[in-house]
């Protein structure tokens, strides 16, 4: 009979992970459920998790859809969790800002934007520093008290 094996240590999860994920449609799920595993890790709040990942496919979806690059480009998803707030960042290599369109009714498609714009405390799309593509980031209250605030 073996000894008991000792209890593994345990540590804090980081506050601060990032994805690279090729550009491609699958991409948008996997980054969906990355966040959705790394946000049980960290306990985020169903209620966040469940718009926080809303938004996350919506820029992806974007970034995927609308980033024409060359092949082999990825986009970078980061999420940061503070005690108030999580923000989540959408990178591509394409420097185009997107513009909010006007969907239809009936469209399918057309309002990835307009929900970033509606559910997000805060978000933005800025080209980046380094002079190579853009990113999007949104922010939500990690508290419900503090959400929409």
């Excluded at 990178?91 to 369109?101: E, I, Q, R, S």
Aim: charged share 25%; proline share 9%; with cysteine.
């Amino acid at each position: 009979m073996q000894p008991p094996h000792p209890p593994l240590p345990t540590t804090t999860a980081p506050k601060d992970i990032e994805w690279r994920l090729p550009r491609h449609a699958r991409s948008v799920g996997r980054a969906r459920e990355l966040f959705r595993e790394q946000a049980a890790s960290w306990g985020l709040p169903q209620e966040v998790t469940a718009t926080a990942e809303l938004l996350l496919s919506e820029l992806m979806t974007n970034a995927y859809r609308h980033a024409k690059v060359p092949a082999g480009r990825e986009i970078w998803a980061r999420c940061v969790v503070t005690n108030e707030r999580v923000r989540v960042t959408v990178t591509d290599a394409n420097d185009t800002l997107p513009t909010p369109g006007t969907a239809s009714p009936d469209a399918e498609s057309g309002r990835g934007l307009a929900l970033v714009a509606a559910l997000a405390d805060d978000w933005c799309a800025e080209r980046r520093g380094c002079g190579i593509g853009k990113e999007l980031w949104f922010e939500l209250a990690t508290t419900p008290s503090n959400h929409g605030q």
